[in-house]
């Protein structure tokens, strides 16, 4: 949100300069798409490392101990 607020301004700021080919804008919207797909990624990786911190720990396993031989 804040990001698109930033392009809207910036758009109005400086449209007469802004002249881009039609060939150019696949790519553009490709990198602005892939950009926002990793922000997405990165802000729930941090809310999922987040919610699992403040969960207890879990109890070590009892089926794992060495067996005797």
Do not use: Q
Request: proline share 7%; with cysteine; charged share 20%.
């Amino acid at each position: 949100m804040r990001l698109a607020f930033a392009g809207a301004i910036a758009l109005l700021l400086w449209r007469a300069s802004l002249r881009v080919d039609r060939a150019a804008l696949p790519g553009i919207i490709g990198l602005g798409v892939t950009v926002a797909g990793m922000n997405l990624c990165f802000y729930a990786a941090i809310e999922r490392a987040s919610c699992s911190r403040s969960t207890k720990a879990p109890e070590p396993r009892r089926d794992l101990e060495p067996v005797p031989i």
